[in-house]
């Protein structure tokens, strides 16, 4: 019975939604979610995917920058099918150079990551796994955003929020706290937003205008 309920739940209304609109995965309505409420992504923007596989980020992308913009994914594993225009890069982010990152661009306008751990069941080690992440992801944001980019990132709840939050109001005009209605209620999952970038270095890529 209880692999019948796990069944019914991975197979929602948000999974039925993502196959007849052609999505590889449900995880598409938490972006667009997050994008219609914070618009994230507009036409001609550079996107980072951080952990994009597999790949419906980037398919609802690469819909919102058009073919002026520019999308750059990476995951550890290959991606199921291709995802046309993008730069898909296949390894470990930790072992992974921002200039391979950047490739031609001088910065991005957005950094993506719907990264998460490969969990243990253990709540507190789960809960660090997943900060770890999202500071490695954010590190990378603070490095090759150009002034008035966006960052989003995925969190398990914990402690350790709330110091994320406060070292990303340092670097950007407005940071919020979200939960899409895609993410299943039982989850601890959270999305950090952060818009209207400021980096430490004024000289790095080239602004945006009007973010």
Not at 78 to 102: C, K, V
Not at 175 to 204: C, H, M, Q
Request: with cysteine; proline share 5%; glycine share 8%.
């Amino acid at each position: 019975m209880s692999r019948l309920r796990d069944r019914n739940a991975r197979h929602d209304v948000f999974f039925k939604k993502a196959r007849d609109q052609g999505f590889v995965a449900r995880a598409v309505f938490k972006l667009e979610d997050l994008d219609k409420k914070l618009a994230l992504l507009r036409a001609g923007d550079r996107v980072l995917d951080l952990g994009c596989r597999p790949g419906s980020w980037l398919q609802y992308a690469s819909q919102k920058v058009g073919p002026h913009g520019k999308l750059v994914g990476i995951d550890r594993l290959p991606m199921p099918s291709e995802i046309p225009g993008a730069r898909i890069m296949i390894a470990d982010l930790y072992e992974t150079s921002d200039e391979s990152l950047l490739g031609d661009l001088a910065a991005f306008d957005v950094v993506l990551s719907d990264m998460a751990p490969d969990t243990t069941g253990i709540r507190s080690t789960d809960q660090a796994r997943s900060a770890a992440l999202v500071e490695e992801a954010l590190g990378r944001a603070e490095r090759l955003l150009a002034p008035g980019g966006a960052f989003v990132a995925k969190v398990f709840q914990s402690p350790e929020v709330e110091v994320i939050r406060k070292r990303m109001e340092k670097q950007f005009s407005s940071v919020k706290l979200v939960k899409p209605e895609a993410s299943r209620k039982i989850s601890t999952e959270l999305y950090l937003a952060g818009k209207g970038f400021v980096p430490v270095d004024p000289n790095v890529g080239g602004k945006r205008a009007g973010r």
